[in-house]
T-cell receptor, first 111, second 114 residues
Framework: DAKTTQPPSMDCAEGRAANLPCNHSTISGNEYVYWYRQIHSQGPQYIIHGLKNNETNEMASLIITEDRKSSTLILPHATLRDTAVYYCIVRVAQGAQKLVFGQGTRLTINP | GAVVSQHPSRVICKSGTSVKIECRSLDFQATTMFWYRQFPKQSLMLMATSNEGSKATYEQGVEKDKFLINHASLTLSTLTVTSAHPEDSSFYIC??????????FGPGTRLTVL
């Protein structure tokens, strides 16, 4: 699976949009971009995933560049409960493919 | 939908005893479940892949005789830490493969070995 690079930490003001970047320059054509987050002392929570088109759900939006070498997770109106470690992972979607977690981005939402 | 539970959420045991952790997919069937371990201030590390009805596949460096995995049904996988020692104290998290091959995670089990 391709490796990802994320900033170790970010801050965002409550109510503003939080934009979390991820670089995956070695991504293969059949690899998807997945985002999970982990709130302190809990299991990771699935947020969103995509292949090449931008995706949106009730939690967030995922913007993938045209060359697929990077992506951005957008939390449109961040709340204090969005404070967590956010993981960007790339992997083949089909089959029982394991997830390899990097160090992620520690996002802190400030009041 | 796609809820995964773990039991117990927290366990304290004496050194040398064995501890069993259960992972259940509550509203979907999971032919594949995964077990992770997370030490303080570190990321999740995959320990093994559990397939229903067959032997688990362990990651390099994980002792299969120490961490026994059983996946006897499509909704239940168990991890038994045998002869636990203080260095096994960690946060153990399972996940289950659901719709569209997305993995959904349990809330985790914090194991403390005295």
């Amino acid at each position: 699976d391709a490796k990802t690079t994320q900033p170790p930490s970010m801050d965002c003001a409550e109510g503003r949009a939080a934009n979390l970047p991820c670089n995956h320059s070695t991504i293969s054509g059949n690899e998807y971009v997945y985002w999970y987050r982990q709130i302190h002392s809990q299991g990771p929570q699935y947020i969103i995933h995509g292949l090449k088109n931008n995706e949106t759900n009730e939690m967030a939006s995922l913007i993938i560049t045209e060359d697929r070498k990077s992506s951005t997770l957008i939390l449109p109106h961040a709340t204090l409960r969005d404070t967590a470690v956010y993981y960007c992972i790339v992997r083949v979607a089909q089959g029982a493919q394991k997830l390899v977690f990097g160090q992620g981005t520690r996002l802190t939402i400030n009041p | 939908g796609a809820v995964v539970s773990q039991h117990p959420s927290r366990v304290i045991c004496k050194s040398g005893t064995s501890v069993k952790i259960e992972c259940r997919s509550l509203d979907f069937q999971a032919t594949t479940m995964f077990w992770y371990r997370q030490f303080p201030k570190q990321s999740l590390m995959l320990m093994a892949t559990s397939n229903e009805g067959s032997k688990a596949t362990y990651e390099q460096g994980v002792e299969k005789d120490k961490f026994l995995i059983n996946h006897a049904s499509l909704t239940l996988s168990t991890l038994t830490v045998t002869s636990a020692h203080p260095e096994d104290s960690s946060f153990y998290i399972c996940s289950a493969r659901g719709l569209a091959d997305t993995q959904y995670f349990g809330p985790g089990t914090r194991l403390t070995v005295l």
